[in-house]
């Protein structure tokens, strides 16, 4: 006879919350500089877009997504030793990449600080094979590589140094729910007294990771996740 057993699932709740710029100009202002309402139309949704992303890696889930870094899923490598500040070494790469879950390797991506990139380009193994591939060269596409996956210059992550400085995430295992776009309005009664008309964007959206802890493998002893950072080194 087959033995029964009862799996054990989690509930993920998002709800929708919103992200939202405001913005006013003179009657005056937009007659007068005619690409400005142009400019603003096209500058303020990256903006939004902008916060969302920033949201991705770092938001608090209060108000606002669950970043990856703020999520338990995240696996924490140590540095090296007694390895100096403010530094990446090859040690510190080849940890992280042992720590990646299995299936996400074929997805990751390596997001990294700009200031970290000179860390990267010395980088050789054992046998001084380089590791960081620059574009146009033997990478063959518009990304450096490390690990022969691409590596994203990304602003939202944290300074050289400082945990999140280089990032290795499989952005497939994130859930990230959004409701009819970014929507814009405008108005010339909110400020009618004054002359002035009012822009307004909103965009509704939520996210968090699908995981809700690392896992920790059948055989083995470290733990593993699509979401690995570099602790601090100060």
């Known amino acids: 006879a087959l033995t029964s057993s009862e799996p054990t699932f989690a509930q993920i709740e998002l709800t ?5 710029a405001l913005f006013y100009a003179t009657e005056e202002l937009l007659m007068d500089q005619t690409a400005l309402a142009g400019l603003v139309e096209r500058v303020v949704p990256q903006e939004l877009t ?18 990856i870094s703020n999520s338990a899923a995240v696996v924490t490598q140590a540095k090296k030793g007694s390895q100096a500040a403010t530094t990446i ?7 992280m990449w042992s720590r990646l879950w299995g299936p996400s390797r074929a ?12 860390q990267l380009s010395t980088m050789a193994d054992a ?4 590791l960081y591939i620059p574009p146009g060269g033997l990478s063959d596409t518009p990304y450096s590589r ?8 990304s602003e939202y992550c944290a300074t050289l140094g400082t945990v999140g400085d280089i990032q290795l995430v499989d952005l497939s295992q994130y859930f990230l729910i959004e409701k009819g776009g970014i929507r814009a309005d405008s108005s010339m009664s909110v400020r009618f007294l004054y002359d002035e008309r009012a822009f307004r964007w909103m965009l509704r959206c939520d ?14 002893t ?13």
């Open 222 to 234: 470290n733990t593993l996740s699509p979401f690995i950072n570099l602790a601090t080194r100060s």
């Open 16 to 20: 929708l919350k919103k992200l939202a």
């Open 127 to 130: 046998n001084g094979n380089a």
């Open 89 to 95: 070494v090859t040690d510190n790469v080849t940890n």
């Open 146 to 153: 490390l690990f022969n996956r691409p590596v994203l210059m």
């Open 50 to 67: 902008f916060m969302l992303e920033n949201s991705i890696l770092g938001g608090s889930g209060s108000g606002q997504p669950l970043g």
């Open 107 to 118: 997805n990751a991506v390596w997001l990294i600080n700009q200031d970290a990139e000179p």
């Open 207 to 220: 996210g968090q990771p699908t995981w809700n802890s690392a896992l920790t493998p059948l055989n083995g």
